[in-house]
């Protein structure tokens, strides 16, 4: 096996995934194992992650760092000739912020690189042992959050009407405004919606909580569950039948005819 080429200076975005360091892609292990310098999150991203890093690797909490106090380090890193990873709890297309680091570093031409992670959602429905798509049930998956203090939703994106879809809805960075979430999505779910309450999901700590959507509010208060939270709502949860064609002897396809007994 040829041995893997050093890492060519440049930030590198990494998913970190929801918290299970056995759900990092390869890609990103083999990143973080050769890395000159990480940034993470750490208030979103648990060490664990960091096993199998370079003893020598410079770490660098962001909790408590803002943007601008970020953005001036990555490009001083990687103009010494570092590589750097930017590591981003879950999936960086979903909710962290790449958008604006990415636009500064191409102004400063720092050259970036983005390895995808394993979503919260992704999690959560392999723990429940569910598929959030059954045929003639619910065949959509919509991945919103609520309108809150750091982040407005577009109106036309407003929890209410993307509820009256009734598909598979799952909320992320809403536990805080939770009575307001349950008011919304009952004009249109019924109240007796199974939903999944997914607290701090892949980490020691992890509690999955299912219960009827009208309960939704009252527990999560109960439990003081106010971050890393993610409600999957959808009558999948609770789906006892639901057959795909893909699979069925009546359907053909390109590598299999339609069964002579069907």
């Known amino acids: 096996m040829s ?3 050093p890492l060519s200076p440049a930030v590198y975005i990494v998913g970190a995934g929801p918290g299970d360091p056995d759900l990092l892609t390869v890609k990103a292990q083999k990143i973080l194992a050769q890395a000159d310098v990480i940034l993470f999150a750490d208030s979103l991203v648990p060490k664990q992650i960091l096993q199998g890093v370079r003893t020598d690797a ?18 001083e890193r990687v103009r010494s000739h570092k590589s750097v990873v930017r590591l981003h709890s879950g999936d960086p297309s979903l909710y962290s912020a790449i958008h604006e680091q990415m636009l500064a570093l191409a102004e400063a031409d720092v050259p970036v690189e983005v390895i995808p992670g394993i979503s919260a959602f992704q999690a959560a429905a392999a723990k429940l042992k569910v598929e959030l798509t059954v045929p003639e049930l619910v065949q959509t998956i919509i991945l919103t959050r609520i309108s809150g203090n750091a982040s407005s939703v577009p109106e036309q994106e407003e929890l209410a009407t993307l509820a009256a879809h009734q ?13 307001d979430a349950q008011i919304k999505l009952m004009e249109h779910y019924p109240a007796d919606t199974p939903v999944a309450i997914c607290y701090r999901l892949g980490w020691p700590d992890e509690k999955i909580l299912l219960l009827p959507l009208h309960q939704m509010a009252e527990v999560t208060r109960r439990e003081n569950l106010i971050r890393t939270t993610l409600y999957v709502i959808s009558p999948a949860l609770a789906a006892e039948k639901g057959r795909s064609r893909l699979y069925h002897p009546q359907h053909s396809h390109l590598f299999r005819q339609k069964s002579a007994n069907g």
């Open 3 to 5: 041995p893997t080429p």
């Open 167 to 179: 598909a598979s809805l799952c909320l992320y960075l809403s536990a805080r405004h939770v009575e």
């Open 58 to 75: 410079e770490i660098i909490r962001t909790a408590n760092k803002t943007l601008e106090d970020i953005l001036p380090i990555m490009i």
